[in-house]
Each structure stands twice: as structure tokens, then as C-alpha cells.
């Protein structure tokens, strides 16, 4: 399982903005960052687990689900083995604990649809996540 460790989460109030990173290590033998595709969850007490956003190994590829479009933006360094997720204009519904995961390989669903149980089925590994709150 990888490594990953997640960073950036705090409390602030809505409309500021917010960096999240995800630093990678660890990795399975013989593959690189840049081998894995990343994603962004959150999740909030009583509900499932949310995709956020996700982006290809190669940083061309990302998606978001609708509700932060516009406002969050994924993007990785595959120098440094760190994805961020940029937010900004943050909405008290925003708050959550975030996740970061990384699977091997090609984005589950391609992408589109950013499902946990995509994930998971893909043996993708979680960070231990990281509060978000914001305040009206």
C-alpha cells in the first residue's frame, strides 16, 4: 500500500480559500508517481464517502463533481510525489474530512465518475484524511 499523507486542512471562514497536498511515498516496487492516478474524497458523518476530484497520472486528465466545479482545482508534481487540491470560495457544505487515494494505473471509471467503491475495487490507498471546516 502506498504511503499517503495529506496536509493543508484547517478552519475558515466561507468564501476563503483553502490548499490541501497529498504527498506520495512508499510506492509499490519498481513504480513511480507518475504511475498512479490520484484522487480527492471527502466525508462527513452518517454519509458515504464523496468523490472530489481526480487527475491522470500525467496531470492532462481531471474531473470534478459538481459541486466544486469552478471553485476546486486539482493538479500534481510528479517531481515532488504531491497532488493539491486548490479551493477556493469555500461553502460551509464544504466541510468535511478529506482523503486523498491513489490507484495504480488508469482512473477508475475512467474518471467520470468518481466512486469509491471504483476505487476501492481498484485496491486503491487512503490517506488518513484531514479536517476541513468552514464557517458561515
Known amino acids: 500500500q502506498v504511503h499517503l499523507e495529506e496536509s493543508g486542512g484547517g478552519l475558515v471562514q466561507e468564501g476563503s480559500s483553502l490548499r490541501l497536498s497529498c504527498t506520495a511515498s512508499?510506492?509499490?516496487?519498481?513504480?513511480?508517481?507518475?504511475?498512479?492516478?490520484m484522487g480527492w474524497f471527502r466525508q462527513v458523518p452518517q454519509k458515504e464517502r464523496e468523490g472530489v476530484a481526480c487527475i491522470s497520472w500525467s496531470g492532462r486528465n481531471a474531473y470534478y463533481t459538481d459541486s466544486v466545479k469552478d471553485r476546486f482545482t486539482i493538479s500534481r508534481d510528479n517531481t515532488k510525489n504531491t497532488v493539491t487540491l486548490e479551493m477556493n470560495n469555500l461553502k460551509p457544505e464544504d466541510t468535511a474530512i478529506y482523503y486523498c487515494?491513489?490507484?495504480?494505473?488508469?482512473?477508475?471509471?475512467?474518471?467520470?465518475?468518481?466512486?469509491?467503491?471504483?476505487?476501492?475495487?481498484?485496491?486503491?490507498?487512503w490517506g488518513q484524511g484531514i479536517q476541513v471546516t468552514v464557517s458561515s
Open positions: 512508499r510506492l509499490d516496487l519498481g513504480k513511480d508517481f507518475d504511475d498512479y492516478g
Open positions: 487515494a491513489a490507484v495504480l494505473g488508469s482512473l477508475p471509471a475512467g474518471g467520470v465518475r468518481i466512486d469509491e467503491g471504483d476505487w476501492r475495487r481498484d485496491l486503491a490507498s
